[in-house]
C-alpha cells in the first residue's frame, strides 16, 4: 500500500505502507503508480516527497514474492515513470533503503536521508542483480569503479558515505520528512535536466576494457562458483558500453538468467533462515517469544586463550564491560597485550567499547551477571572451573561454557545452579566469526537460553539454539565427513585432489588444508581421550578398526611425525616455514600414503571427483538427518544456519540439508545405500531413518519436513 496527502505548500507526500520495512508488494508497487499519476494528473501539485512508513524508507523487492508468480505494476517502468515525470520527486530516506528500495530513490529527482540512514544494493546475496535499473542508473550517478564495488558486494552504505559517494544530496539530523517537503517546495518548477540519472553519462576508468577485464576476474576469484557476482560485473559493463535503454535490456537479460536459478533460491532461503533460526524453541518447550533474556552489562571471560581473547573483543565491542581472567599473572600479561592489540587493530573508525579489568583473582567477578568460560578443552578442567564460578559467582549468575562439543550437563552438574548453565560454542576467530551455537543442557532454563541467544545478538553474531550432545550440531557432523576424507587417502586419492573437488564445489577450504590451518594436533588430543589411539588403545586391535567400525589412523600418524599443519611447517601439506600460509602438495605425504598402502594391503584406485564429494557430502548430511532425528536441531534450517556461518559451505547452495532436497532426497538416498553397501564397515553411511521416511513422504520441500521429523521423532 501507498497512502497519499496533500500538504499545504503544493506537496503530494506519498509514504510506503508495508511494515516492518515497506518492502515493494505488489500492493504497493500498485499504491506507488495510482498515487504517482495523482500527483502528476493534479495541477495543484508542484512536487512529490516520496518516504516509508516506521522510519523505514523502503527493504526493496518483497523477496517473498520471488517464490511465486509475480503479479502487479512493475518495478521498471514505475520508476521510470517517476524519473521521466515533469514533477521533481524527493525520496526522504530514514531507516534503510535497499535493493528496489534505492533504486526507487534512484528514480527520484533528489535524495535526502536521515544521518543514521543506510542505503545499498545487496541483490547480489540473493543470487540476483539490481534489475530495476540499478545497475543503470548507479554508475552514472558515483561512476562505475564505485557502482561495481556496491553491486557486486552488496554491502550496506552509511548516510555519510552515501553522501560522499554522492548517492544522496543531502544529509538530515531530524525531521528527515519536514527537511524533505521543505526542500521539495524549493525546487519546485526548476527544470529537471540531468537529475534525471538515465540521461547522464557515467565515469569510467581510462581503459575501461581492462578494468570490466580485471573485475571480472576478481569477482570470479572471490565467488567461489556463485553465479550473481559475475552478472552484475557484466550488467554495470552494459552501463559503461550501451546507451540506458540498451543497457536496461542487457540487465534483464541478465537477471532472467538468475531469478530462477538454484542458486538464488539456495540465498534467498538462507535469509529467511537466518531469521527463523532467530524464533527458537526447545523440545522442554522454551520459546523465543515467552522466555524473557536478562539484561547483560557485566561480564567476566575465563581464560585468554585465542578464543578467550576473541570473546572477551566481542563483549566489549557489544559495549560490554568485562572482567578477563588468567591463572598467572604471566598468562594474564600475555592475554592483556593480545586484546589491547585486537582492540587496537579493530578500533579505527569504531563506537566506544565496555570497560575492560584483567585479573588472576576469582573474587572479581562478584559483581558480573554472565561468564564465559574458554579454558583448555579438557572436560576435568572446565568442570573444576565450574565449580570455582559456582562458589564464587552469585548464584544468579549465568554460566556459559565455550566448548566445541564437551558435555553441558556435566559442567551444569557442578554447579549450584545448573539451570542457568549453557553452552556458548563461539568459532574462531571469536571477534569475527558470525556463528554462536547456544548448547542448552536437559535443565537449562529458558531465562538462560534466551539471554545466550540474546547476547549472540548483541554480539553481532547468528545464534542457533541446539541440543547437548558430542560436537553439538556442527561439530558432530563434521566428524563423518572428516572421516570420508580420510579414508578416501587410503583408498588412492591425495589430499589436494579431495581439497580440489571440495574447493570447486564452493568450499574457500578444502578439508585438509583446513585441517592443517587449525592444527591436527586438536583433533589427536580428542581421539587420544576418546581411546581411539595412543596408550588407550586395547593391545592387538588393529590399527583400521576401533570399536567394531573401520578407523583411519592416517592423521594420528602424522602427527606421530611431527606434522601438526601450518604451524610446524608441515602436515598434510607442506609449507615455506612454520606459520606459512601457502600450501604446496608435499612428495612426503605421496610416498607416505603409498608406503601406508602398501603396508595395509590396499590396492590404490584413482577416485572420481564425484565420489570424493557424494562421499564427504553425503556422509555429513546424513549425520544432519540424525541431528534432525534427535531432537539436537529443531529444523533443517538451523543445520544450514550453522553451516553456511561457522564451517564455509557455500551459501549459494544454501547449506547441506537444503543441498540434499536440491540434489534429491531420492539421489542422496540412493548413493548412501551405495556407499554403504560397498563399505559395511562404516556405519555413517546407513541412510538415516528419517531420510528414508523422507523420500517415502514424496520429497517434500524443506520448508515441510518439520511435519515429518515430529512424526519421525513421535515413533522413536
Ligand atoms: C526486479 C528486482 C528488483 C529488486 C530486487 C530487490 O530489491 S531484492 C531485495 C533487496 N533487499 C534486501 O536484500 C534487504 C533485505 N532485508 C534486510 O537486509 C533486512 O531485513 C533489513 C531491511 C536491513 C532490516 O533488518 P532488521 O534486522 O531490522 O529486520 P529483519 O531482517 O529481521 O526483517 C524484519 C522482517 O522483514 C522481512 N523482510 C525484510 N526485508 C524484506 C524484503 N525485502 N522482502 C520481504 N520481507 C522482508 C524479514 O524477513 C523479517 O520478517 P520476519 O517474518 O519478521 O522474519
Known amino acids: 500500500m501507498a ?17 516492518p520495512v515497506n518492502a515493494l508488494s505488489a500492493a504497493v508497487r500498485r499504491g506507488i503508480t495510482e498515487t504517482l499519476s495523482r500527483a502528476i494528473a493534479d495541477p495543484e501539485v508542484k512536487a512529490v516527497v516520496l518516504c516509508g512508513e516506521n522510519g523505514n524508507f523502503c527493504g526493496g523487492a518483497d523477496i517473498k514474492e520471488f517464490a511465486g508468480p509475480m503479479s502487479g505494476p512493475g518495478l521498471v517502468p514505475m520508476i521510470d515513470a517517476i524519473e521521466a515525470g515533469e514533477k521533481p520527486v524527493v525520496a526522504a530516506i530514514e531507516g534503510v533503503a535497499l535493493g528496489g528500495g534505492l533504486e526507487l530513490a534512484l528514480g527520484c529527482h533528489y535524495r535526502i536521508a536521515h544521518c543514521k540512514a543506510r542505503v545499498g544494493l545487496p541483490e547480489v546475496t540473493l543470487g540476483l542483480l539490481p534489475a530495476a535499473g540499478g545497475t543503470q542508473r548507479l554508475p552514472r550517478l558515483i561512476g562505475l569503479s564505485a557502482a561495481l564495488d ?24 531530524g525531521d528527515t520528512l519536514g527537511v524533505a517537503v521543505e526542500f521539495a517546495q524549493s525546487i519546485a518548477g526548476q527544470p529537471l535536466g540531468s537529475r534525471r540519472l538515465s540521461t547522464r553519462t557515467p565515469a569510467c576508468p581510462a581503459d575501461l576494457d581492462s578494468f570490466l577485464q580485471g573485475a571480472l576476474v576478481q569477482v570470479r576469484r572471490r565467488a567461489r562458483g556463485a553465479m550473481a557476482p559475475e552478472a552484475c560485473v557484466r550488467a554495470v559493463g552494459a552501463a559503461a558500453t550501451l546507451p540506458y535503454s540498451q543497457g536496461m535490456q542487457r540487465e534483464q537479460e541478465l537477471m532472467a538468467s538468475l531469478f530462477r536459478s538454484a542458486q538464488a533460491r539456495a540465498l534467498q532461503y538462507c535469509f529467511f533462515s537466518q531469521r527463523l533460526v532467530g524464533r527458537w ?44 581472567v588468567e591463572t598467572d599473572e604471566q598468562q594474564l600479561e600475555a592475554g592483556r597485550r593480545a586484546v589491547t592489540a585486537l582492540l587496537e587493530r579493530r578500533a579505527q573508525g569504531r563506537g566506544s567499547e565496555g570497560p575492560l579489568r584483567f585479573t588472576t583473582d576469582l573474587q572479581q567477578l562478584r559483581q558480573v551477571e554472565l561468564v564465559i568460560e574458554a579454558v583448555f578443552e579438557d572436560l576435568a578442567v572446565k568442570k573444576q572451573v565450574f565449580r570455582q564460578l559456582s562458589a564464587v559467582c552469585p548464584a544468579d549468575t549465568l554460566l556459559c561454557t565455550n566448548t566445541s562439543g564437551l558435555d553441558v550437563e556435566q559442567l551444569a552438574a557442578c554447579t549450584r545452579s545448573p539451570e542457568l548453565v549453557v553452552g556458548t560454542h563461539f568459532f574462531g576467530p571469536a571477534h569475527v566469526m558470525k556463528l554462536l551455537e547456544v ?3 536437559p535443565r537449562s532454563s529458558p531465562v538462560a537460553v534466551a539471554t545466550a541467544m540474546h547476547l549472540g545478538k548483541r554480539l ?6 541446539v541440543g547437548n550432545c558430542p560436537g553439538f550440531v556442527g561439530n558432530r557432523m563434521l566428524k563423518p565427513y572428516l ?15 579431495v581439497d580440489q573437488a571440495l574447493e570447486e564445489f564452493g568450499f574457500a577450504m578444502g578439508v585438509f588444508r583446513v585441517a592443517d590451518l587449525s592444527g591436527l594436533d586438536v583433533g589427536w588430543r580428542v581421539r587420544k581421550e576418546a581411546g581411539l589411539t595412543g596408550p588407550g588403545v586395547a593391545p592387538g586391535e588393529s590399527p583400521r578398526r576401533r570399536q567394531g567400525r573401520r578407523y583411519s589412523p ?38 607416505f600414503l603409498q608406503q601406508y598402502r602398501q603396508q595395509h594391503g590396499l ?5 572420481p571427483q564425484q565420489e570424493v564429494l557424494e562421499r564427504c557430502l553425503y556422509a555429513l548430511i546424513n549425520e544432519g538427518f540424525r541431528v534432525l532425528e534427535d531432537g539436537i536441531a529443531t529444523g533443517p534450517e538451523d543445520i544450514d544456519i550453522i553451516y553456511v556461518f561457522g564451517y564455509g559451505w557455500p551459501r549459494h547452495r544454501g547449506g547441506p540439508m537444503f543441498h540434499a532436497g536440491a540434489v534429491g532426497l531420492a539421489t542422496v538416498l540412493d548413493r548412501l545405500e551405495h556407499y554403504h553397501h560397498a563399505h559395511p564397515d562404516i556405519p555413517n553411511l546407513q541412510p538415516s531413518a528419517l531420510l528414508r521416511r523422507l523420500v517415502a513422504s514424496g520429497n517434500p520441500p524443506i520448508q515441510k519436513w518439520r511435519e515429518v521429523i515430529r512424526r519421525v521423532r513421535s515413533q522413536l
Open 150 to 173: 556496491l553491486i557486486t558486494t552488496g554491502r550496506h552504505v552509511s548516510a555519510q558515505e552515501a553522501l560522499q559517494l554522492g548517492i544522496v544530496d543531502r544529509l538530515t539530523e
Open 603 to 607: 590396492q590404490p584406485r584413482a577416485v
Open 460 to 465: 553481532g553474531k547468528v545464534s542457533v539454539a
Open 3 to 19: 497512502r497519499y496527502v496533500r500538504i499545504p505548500g503544493s506537496i503530494a507526500l506519498i509514504t510506503l505502507a508495508n511494515p
Open 281 to 324: 524453541s526447545t523440545p522442554s518447550g522454551a520459546r523465543w517469544d515467552s522466555a524473557e533474556p536478562r539484561p547483560i552489562r557485566r561480564a567476566a571471560v575465563i581464560g585468554l586463550g585465542t578464543m578467550g581473547r576473541g570473546i572477551a573483543v566481542s563483549l566489549l565491542q557489544a559495549g560490554i564491560a568485562v572482567v578477563a
Open 483 to 497: 572421516e570420508q576424507a580420510h579414508f578416501l587417502l587410503e583408498e588412492g586419492a591425495a589430499p589436494e585432489q
Open 554 to 591: 592416517l592423521p594420528d600418524l602424522l602427527c606421530e611425525q611431527g606434522r601438526l599443519g601450518q604451524k610446524t611447517g608441515r602436515g598434510w601439506y607442506l609449507y615455506e616455514g612454520p606459520g606459512a600460509r601457502e600450501a604446496r602438495p608435499d612428495p612426503w605425504t605421496h610416498s
Open 439 to 441: 548448547v542448552y543442557g
